[in-house]
């Protein structure tokens, strides 16, 4: 099973700033199958990113992922009010599907 | 627009059980595989089942597994989760969610979801 570690836990900055989140896995993981997500207080998760680097439909340009490996990057340019929020990476393996711990992002 | 919509959630007690339901709308329910995922109070997101378009292929975590079974009626738009032997860490938020699909190929995310339904186990 593959463990993904999402660092930090905690990210505090301004509007108008850029945020680097990091989720690494345990093993190699086909960049294909890596994913990153937004949660809201009291709302379903929404897909941002697939397949490690392709933005989902409706996801503004200022989101963008990168990574390979066991090395993936979820990068929020000129955060806006509303990108406050949880992020999560996830991953599909052979038989199952395994999300980080997560990271909040919150205002400074 | 594309929907889910869960129902069933409520309050049970310890060791009893509880059938979910997803009902789909405005897409092709037969088309796509699906998940049931939770979120317990205050924690992160966890995948809980998987199910192919057809039914054919099914997975769970090893957390939910010989205690959860997912299921789908295609002609009915709907997706299950029955769980029996319910325990207090079982109290979560459940989400069902569709997995990607682009033309026939498959990606590694859930691109709709339902707002969630509510189970607690207390006694």
């Known amino acids: 099973e593959i463990v993904l570690t999402q660092s930090p836990g905690t990210l505090s900055l301004s509007p108008g700033e850029r945020a680097t989140l990091s989720c690494r896995a345990s093993?190699?993981?086909?960049?294909?199958?890596l994913a990153w997500y937004q949660q809201k207080p009291g709302q379903a998760p929404r897909l941002l990113i697939y397949?490690?680097?392709s933005r989902a439909t409706g996801i503004p340009d200022r989101f963008s992922g990168s990574g390979s490996g066991t090395d993936f990057t979820l990068t929020i340019d000129r955060l806006e009010p509303e990108d406050f929020a949880v992020y999560y990476c996830q991953h599909y393996g052979s038989s199952l599907i395994t999300f980080g711990q997560g990271t909040r992002l919150e205002i400074k | 627009q594309v929907q889910l919509v869960e129902s069933g959630g409520s309050v049970v007690k310890p060791g009893g059980s509880l059938r979910l339901s997803c009902a789909a709308s405005g897409l092709t329910f037969s088309d796509y595989n699906m998940s049931w995922l939770r979120q317990a109070p205050g924690k992160g997101l966890e995948w809980l089942a998987y199910?192919?378009?057809?039914?054919?292929?099914?997975y769970y975590a090893d957390s939910v597994k010989g205690r959860f079974s997912i299921s789908r009626d295609n002609a009915k738009n709907s997706l299950f989760l029955q769980m029996n032997s319910l325990r207090a860490e079982d109290t979560a938020v459940y989400y069902c969610?569709?997995?990607?699909?682009?033309?026939?190929?498959?990606?590694?995310?859930?691109?709709?979801w339902g707002h969630g339904t509510t189970v607690t186990v207390s006694s």
């Open positions: 093993q190699s993981v086909s960049s294909n199958y």
């Open positions: 969610a569709r997995r990607l699909k682009l033309g026939k190929r498959l990606y590694d995310g859930m691109d709709v």
């Open positions: 397949g490690a680097s």
């Open positions: 199910i192919s378009s057809g039914g054919s292929t099914i």
